[in-house]
């Protein structure tokens, strides 16, 4: 696949994309199902291009890491807000030394990372995930699982029968409005992801189960765009990127691992199923092309270590002032 390059290369375009990718990508830019509305920043419109540091200083200052409590309208009217932690994330988990972001990627397959992953003081993964017989790639520590609304409703994930959601700490996702707005989120969901926390609350009322703002998302993406030349996809950033961000909130660094590619780059789209397709990698729904290219951008790690493991190095926001 020479899309990819050697390593990512961070001025990746969609034109670098084959016709039929370029075509999927094309049509969400046009289609506007959450009703962003953007326009480019003077500040940005005149500025060159952020360098690495400058943008991990935008995104600690702009981007505010928050998780629904009970005292929240509208959930503060429903009897199940009781079921919400009643504190913020941040405040109740780490701050940890080192954590390892461990993207689902095909590249992880063969990859021998477990050791070097469950070394790590915290460990997150995605979605449905497994560990069990693929602990020599990608390690057995699961400390926080972020989770993304279809995995929590569509039959095919098990998400209240299957034990693979029942190690460490849950937080999930659902892409709302633009305007984050509660209510108005709560009305137009775009899977039921209140009605699976409270079943799934309700047979494991002992796990931390946290519900991410959707704020975060909106904001996140306004970040991607403000930094690209090209218009993104108007969705929300993939659960990668996400989770990338939440742990640079709990972590003094972050080793990200598969997110950019290595020697090992595949169109395969898991380490754990069969099947294939670059929108896997390279994105679709989500802008995940550009968020890739941010990524390469915030990158304190070598080149090297990216072909070589996969692996990117990010600090943590408490460890830079701006
Ligand atoms: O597919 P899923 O969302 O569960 O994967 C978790 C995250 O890993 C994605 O949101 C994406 O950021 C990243 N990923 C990737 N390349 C792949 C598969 C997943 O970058 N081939």
Not at 17 to 38: D, E, P, S, T
Not at 205 to 212: D, K, R
Not at 216 to 227: G, K, P, S
Request: charged content about 20%; some cysteine; glycine content about 6%.
């Amino acid at each position: 696949n020479g899309a990819l390059g050697k390593v990512w290369n961070e001025e990746m375009s969609s034109s670098m994309l084959g016709k039929r990718l370029r075509k999927v990508v094309q049509n969400y830019q046009a289609m506007n199902k959450y009703g962003v509305r953007y326009s480019r920043p003077e500040s940005a419109a005149r500025r060159s291009k952020l360098s690495g540091p400058e943008l991990l200083c935008q995104i600690k200052n702009t981007v505010q890491i928050a998780t629904l409590t009970p005292d929240m309208e509208p959930f503060s009217g429903f009897p199940w807000a009781s079921q919400l932690p009643p504190q913020q994330i941040t405040a109740n988990i780490g701050p940890f030394k080192t954590c390892a972001v461990v993207s689902s990627a095909g590249s992880l397959k063969n990859s021998g990372l477990g050791k070097e992953i469950d070394e790590h003081d915290a460990v997150m993964r995605f979605n449905a995930a497994p560990t069990t017989g693929f602990e020599k790639d990608v390690g057995s520590k699961t400390t926080v699982r972020l989770i993304n609304s279809q995995v929590m409703s569509s039959e095919d994930y098990h998400f209240l029968s299957s034990n693979l959601y029942s190690a460490g700490i849950l937080v999930s996702w659902d892409p709302a409005p633009f305007s984050s707005d509660l209510r108005e989120w709560f009305n137009k969901t775009d899977y039921p992801i209140f009605k699976q926390y409270q079943r799934y609350r309700r047979l494991h009322p002992q796990q931390p189960f946290y519900i991410l703002h959707p704020r975060m998302e909106w904001q996140l993406w306004q970040r991607i765009q403000d930094n690209m030349v090209e218009t993104i996809q108007k969705n929300p950033p993939s659960s990668g990127l996400l989770g990338t961000v939440l742990m640079m909130s709990l972590c003094e660094v972050v080793h990200v691992y598969e997110f950019l590619p290595s020697r090992r780059k595949t169109e395969l789209c898991h380490y754990y199923q069969r099947f294939s397709d670059a929108a896997c990698t390279l994105g679709a729904y989500h802008p995940l092309l550009y968020e890739k290219n941010l990524v390469k951008r915030m990158n304190k790690g070598s080149d090297h270590d990216i072909y070589t493991h996969g692996k990117v190095t990010l600090p943590g926001f408490m460890t830079f002032d701006c």
